[in-house]
């Protein structure tokens, strides 16, 4: 290991997001720990096999990584899946398989470290969640609660750990053209089923927005940005200019107003 190369534990390293910002840190020095169910090799990170909704998988994981490196700098929660249903189709067996994933997981993860870096009296936590978890959009409303939980996570798990030199920081992309749908937890629909006609369109619009969405290198830039601030912020949200506005919008626009512009922007039937 070179002098003041900074061990990282990423998840999700082989998707799309993950593979860039194992780059952009492989890149500048960083020593990559990439995470994956299934492990795959890339010469931009050690793989390391783990699934996040299982507990015993993730103990062996940090303790792969620990008995290799004796430490870890950076933790990096970003592995996740989408989820697209309407709210009173979705089974809950699906409800919890969605949380288990991207929620209980990555907070499962998240205490493993936390006291190795407590004991290094050190530390840098990004959470990926997204610019989704600002406000439950629909037909995506499990995935929206799953990533402003992580949003909530990442507020009070700053709070709490800044005593102990443990930054935490937030980074929400927009859509960035990726893998994702092919992972994504799917509720199948009924012809019959009132939310038919609005829930296949609005699949079709979700998948023609990853698609065009950015690059994963711009968040993987961003990553090594952020991790070399003195002092990041406390959230970063990355995408274009009206996915970044969205968050203030939902500050400043009535409840039922910014409804109504989600409503026509998904072209949803709205009464008044
Ligand atoms: N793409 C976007 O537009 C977008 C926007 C906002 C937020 N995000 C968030 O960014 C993160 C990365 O997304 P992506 O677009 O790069 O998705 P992706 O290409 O589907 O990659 C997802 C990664 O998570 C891993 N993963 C999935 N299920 C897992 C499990 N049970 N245990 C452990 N690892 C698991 C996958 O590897 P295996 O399948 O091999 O396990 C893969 O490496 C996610 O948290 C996503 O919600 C993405």
């Not at 809950?92 to 190795?116: H, S």
């Amino acid at each position: 290991m070179s002098q003041n190369q900074k061990i990282v534990l990423l998840t999700g390293a082989s998707g799309g997001l993950g593979t860039a910002i194992a780059r952009h840190l492989s890149q500048n020095n960083y020593k990559v720990y990439g995470t994956s169910r299934h492990k795959q090799a890339n010469g931009d990170y050690i793989p390391v096999s783990m699934d996040l909704s299982d507990e015993k998988s993730i103990d062996k994981a940090v303790k792969f990584v620990l008995s290799k490196e004796n430490r870890i700098d950076i933790l990096i929660n970003n592995a996740g899946i989408g989820a697209t249903g309407s709210i009173e189709e979705t089974k809950i067996d699906d409800v919890k398989k969605i949380f288990e994933i991207n929620l209980f997981g990555m907070i499962a993860l998240t205490q493993k470290v936390l006291p190795v870096m407590r004991s290094q009296k050190s530390g840098i936590i990004i959470n990926i969640s997204s610019i989704a978890g600002y406000t439950g959009l629909p037909f995506r409303g499990i995935y929206s609660a799953t990533k402003s939980a992580v949003m909530r996570i990442s507020e009070a798990l700053s709070s709490e750990v800044n005593q102990f030199n443990i930054r935490v920081i937030d980074v929400a992309p927009g859509d960035f053209k990726t893998n994702i749908a092919a992972g994504r937890l799917y509720t199948a629909i009924d012809e019959n089923s009132p939310y038919y006609t609005d829930y296949k369109r609005i699949l079709q619009m979700i998948d023609d927005e990853v698609d065009k969405g950015l690059a994963p290198d711009v968040l993987g830039k961003k990553i090594n940005g952020i991790l070399r601030k003195k002092h990041p912020k406390l959230r970063y949200n990355i995408g274009v200019f009206l996915q970044r506005l969205t968050p203030y919008l939902i500050c400043i626009l009535p409840g039922r107003f910014f409804e109504k512009l989600i409503n026509k922007h998904y072209g949803i039937k709205y009464k008044p």
